[in-house]
C-alpha cells in the first residue's frame, strides 16, 4: 500500500515525487549511528514504479540528449542500467577506489559521514560523448560533483545530471551549481 505523502515536490512534478516518496524508507543509524539511511530498495522491487521513474527520467531528458549513462556505485548502477537499456545506449560504472580493472581517473571528496574515493576508466567515454551522469540520493555534492569531475576528465561531457530523492538541507544542489540538478524527489 502506497501512502499519500502531501506536500511533495521534485523537478518533475508532484506525481512522480509522490512515486517515489511512497517507496523510500528510512534507516536509522546506518551506516553509522546518527545517519539515516534513504533506502528506495522497495522502488527498485515495484516494476511498474520503477518503469515510471526510469521513463521519468528520460522523458525530462529526451532520449536523444545523451549517449552513454554513467551510474555511481552502487544504487545508481541499478538506474543508469534501466536508462541505458530503456534508451539503447551504453552505460558506465563510476566506482570505489580498486574496483576497476584498467587504468582509471581517481577523485577524493569528503561524504557527510567521512571520506571516499570514485573511479572511472580512463577510456570510458570518447571526446564529446555527452553523459547522462544519474544517482539514487544527492546529499551533501561530494559523490556527484567528484563523478562529474570524473566524467569530464575522461573525455565525456556531461548532458544531465539525476537523482531520484535530494536531501535538500545537505546543501548538495547549492554545491553543484552551476551544474543543472534534476531530483524526482526533494526532502
Same mark, same amino acid.
Do not use: C, N, W
Given at each position: 500500500?502506497?501512502?499519500?505523502?502531501?506536500?511533495?515536490?521534485?523537478?518533475?512534478?508532484? !506525481?512522480?515525487?509522490?512515486?517515489?516518496?511512497?517507496?523510500?524508507?528510512?534507516?536509522?543509524?546506518?551506516?553509522?549511528?546518527?545517519?539515516?539511511?534513504?533506502?528506495?530498495?522497495?522502488?527498485?522491487?515495484?516494476?511498474?514504479?520503477?518503469?515510471?521513474?526510469?521513463?521519468?527520467?528520460? !522523458?525530462?531528458?529526451?532520449?536523444?540528449?545523451?549517449?552513454?549513462?554513467?551510474?555511481?556505485?552502487?544504487?545508481?548502477?541499478?538506474?543508469?542500467?534501466?536508462?541505458?537499456?530503456?534508451?539503447?545506449?551504453?552505460?558506465?560504472?563510476?566506482?570505489?577506489?580498486?574496483?576497476?580493472?584498467?587504468?582509471?581517473?581517481?577523485?577524493?571528496?569528503?561524504?557527510?559521514?567521512?571520506?571516499?574515493?570514485?573511479?572511472?576508466?580512463?577510456?570510458?567515454?570518447?571526446?564529446?560523448?555527452?553523459?547522462?551522469?544519474?544517482?539514487?540520493?544527492?546529499?551533501?555534492?561530494?559523490?556527484?560533483?567528484?563523478?562529474?569531475?570524473?566524467?569530464?576528465?575522461?573525455?565525456?561531457?556531461?548532458?544531465?545530471?539525476?537523482?531520484?530523492?535530494?536531501?535538500?538541507?545537505?546543501?548538495?544542489?547549492?554545491?553543484?551549481?552551476?551544474?543543472?540538478?534534476?531530483?524526482?524527489?526533494?526532502?
Amino acid at each position: 500500500m502506497t501512502q499519500t505523502h502531501t506536500g511533495v515536490r521534485g523537478d518533475s512534478g508532484p !506525481a512522480v515525487a509522490e512515486l517515489v516518496a511512497g517507496r523510500v524508507l528510512d534507516v536509522p543509524d546506518f551506516p553509522k549511528p546518527g545517519i539515516v539511511f534513504k533506502d528506495l530498495m522497495p522502488l527498485f522491487a515495484d516494476g511498474a514504479v520503477f518503469r515510471e521513474v526510469v521513463d521519468g527520467i528520460v !522523458a525530462h531528458h529526451g532520449r536523444d540528449s545523451f549517449d552513454v549513462v554513467a551510474g555511481i556505485e552502487a544504487r545508481g548502477f541499478v538506474v543508469a542500467a534501466a536508462i541505458a537499456y530503456a534508451t539503447g545506449v551504453g552505460v558506465v560504472p563510476v566506482r570505489k577506489a580498486g574496483k576497476l580493472p584498467r587504468a582509471t581517473h581517481s577523485a577524493s571528496y569528503a561524504l557527510e559521514y567521512g571520506e571516499a574515493t570514485l573511479e572511472v576508466h580512463q577510456d570510458a567515454f570518447t571526446a564529446g560523448h555527452r553523459v547522462l551522469v544519474v544517482d539514487d540520493v544527492l546529499a551533501t555534492g561530494g559523490t556527484a560533483g567528484a563523478t562529474l569531475d570524473l566524467v569530464e576528465r575522461a573525455g565525456g561531457t556531461v548532458s544531465g545530471f539525476t537523482v531520484l530523492l535530494e536531501l535538500a538541507f545537505l546543501g548538495g544542489r547549492e554545491r553543484l551549481a552551476p551544474r543543472p540538478v534534476h531530483a524526482l524527489l526533494t526532502v
